[in-house]
């Protein structure tokens, strides 16, 4: 009984540094990605106002690397925030941390840190995420963001698509491709940010959980750039 007592306690000291690791890398990441929203923001040729007030989730995945994508693929991390209310119409709520996977898009990153915001548009593609694993290009159809603050920029084609993506690196803004690649919630990810296994939609859609300071960033400075959904909430109904 001693030794397995023992064991047991030699197990906890070895496991809970790594847990705490794994919470100050997530917290982390969240913090970046609001440091990542704030500087795209500030540029003078960025997302277009009018379709960040018409979106339903914005969402961040910083400091991506290519040396992170191997045969097989593997996956960026970040966070997702959504407008609360059943009709995505409210303030902005507590992010869910989201994966980035897919091998397709890290030979576009040249080697360099690459940031990526995707803004959801409809509430059909933000449910569908929050729910389960999608691919954009296939399941959801998505396309590279225009840029710039003249409303004119919106094509048709960006106009359908659920996701519009776009990527910064070396300083570059610019709209992406992310065709082939798969989204979907990173609950562990969560359960470190939260301290509780939560999953996204509890966080998104039902409220469960306040804003964690890591967050705060992120979720103020959406809702101070855009305040009030734009787009018709019944246009999908």
Not at 76 to 89: D, I, Q
Not at 118 to 128: D, E
Not at 171 to 179: R, T
Request: neutral net charge; charged residues 20%.
């Amino acid at each position: 009984m001693r030794k397995a007592l023992s064991f047991l306690m030699a197990l906890a000291l070895v496991a809970l540094p790594a847990l705490a690791a794994d919470d100050v890398k997530e917290t982390d990441r969240l913090e970046n990605a609001g440091s990542v929203m704030e500087e795209i923001l500030n540029v003078p040729d960025d997302i277009p106002r009018d379709l960040l007030d018409k979106a339903e989730c914005v969402i961040v995945f910083p400091s991506v690397l290519k040396a992170a994508f191997g045969i097989g693929g593997s996956y960026g991390r970040g966070a997702m925030v959504c407008r609360s209310g059943e009709h995505f119409t409210g303030p902005w709520g507590a992010p869910s941390m989201m994966a980035l996977e897919g091998a397709s898009f890290g030979f576009q990153l040249g080697g360099q840190a690459t940031d990526f915001v995707l803004l959801v548009m409809n509430s059909r593609g933000a449910s569908a995420i929050l729910d389960s694993k999608v691919q954009l290009g296939a399941g959801m159809s998505a396309a590279a963001g225009p840029k710039g603050r003249d409303a004119n920029a919106s094509t048709d084609a960006t106009l359908r698509a659920e996701i519009l993506s776009y990527s910064r690196s070396r300083g570059l803004f610019a709209g992406i491709s992310l065709n082939g690649s798969t989204l979907r919630p990173d609950n562990d990810a969560n359960e470190n940010v939260y301290g509780k296994k939560v999953s996204a939609t509890e966080i998104v859609r039902k409220g469960e959980v306040a804003v964690p300071p890591a967050g705060q960033k992120l979720v103020a400075l959406l809702n101070k750039n855009s305040p009030k959904n734009l787009s018709d909430p019944n246009s999908l109904k």
